[in-house]
T-cell receptor, first 108, second 115 residues
Framework: GESVGLHLPTLSVQEGDNSIINCAYS??????FIWYKQESGKGPQFIID?????DKRQGQRVTVLLNKTVKHLSLQIAATQPGDSAVYFC???????FGQGTTLQVKP | EAEVAQSPRYKITEKSQAVAFWCDPI?????LYWYRQILGQGPELLVQ????????DSQLPKDRFSAERLKGVDSTLKIQPAELGDSAMYLC?????????????FGPGTRLTVL
């Protein structure tokens, strides 16, 4: 069946460094992906999305890259801040299938 | 800023009891979703409504779970009887359109603990 999965369950970075969270998907027909951030005790929050006709999309301090050849997408966070500490999920459209999530820990 | 409201935020119950969760989506959002999130995992869709109609409940354990959205606005998710394995976060989300590339807005969730 369809699946999305993040490569690492936990990522620890130093404050101010850049963070890269990776995600693989299995459905080559997927045409839309979303990154969500979930802080402790809260529901997921939309960060950024990307359509399959794009390779890159930038937001405020975040960039999503899509590599359709290897069915891989990544979320890059520039100048990581303590407030970025959360669980990050990639999801694909349709039934909005979530992966397991990567916990980002920011060390001061 | 408009938000999805859920209540209660926390619920502790004993197994075999009945529990109910309530969700009020963002005003004007026709599509409403209920998800279950087990600790350490991503949300899993239980049921999707378009207005008052169920469009997907394929993952809803219908022997004990039920969901309704009678007037196409707020929604209730019920579990009867609750089992130990039902302990999880129950998230409600809404979006303005279904089946299109449109983000879902999530509520804060109801944390259910079954003893």
């Amino acid at each position: 069946g369809e699946s999305v999965g993040l490569h690492l369950p936990t990522l620890s970075v130093q404050e101010g460094d850049n963070s890269i969270i990776n995600c693989a998907y299995s459905n080559s027909a997927s045409d839309y992906f979303i990154w969500y951030k979930q802080e402790s005790g809260k529901g997921p929050q939309f960060i950024i999305d990307i359509r399959s006709n794009m390779d890159k999309r930038q937001g405020q301090r975040v960039t999503v890259l899509l590599n359709k050849t290897v069915k891989h997408l990544s979320l890059q966070i520039a100048a990581t801040q303590p407030g970025d500490s959360a669980v990050y999920f990639c999801a694909e459209r349709g039934k909005l299938i979530f992966g397991q999530g990567t916990t980002l820990q920011v060390k001061p | 800023e408009a938000e999805v409201a859920q209540s209660p935020r926390y619920k502790i119950t004993e197994k075999s009891q009945a529990v109910a969760f309530w969700c009020d989506p963002i005003s004007g959002h026709a599509t409403l979703y209920w998800y279950r999130q087990i600790l350490g995992q991503g949300p899993e869709l239980l049921v999707q409504f378009q207005d008052e109609s169920v469009v997907d409940d394929s993952q809803l354990p219908k022997d004990r779970f039920s969901a309704e959205r009678l007037k196409g606005v707020d929604s209730t998710l019920k579990i009867q009887p609750a089992e130990l394995g039902d302990s999880a976060m129950y998230l409600c989300a809404s979006s303005s359109r279904a089946g299109t590339a449109n983000e879902q807005f999530f509520g804060p969730g109801t944390r259910l603990t079954v003893l």
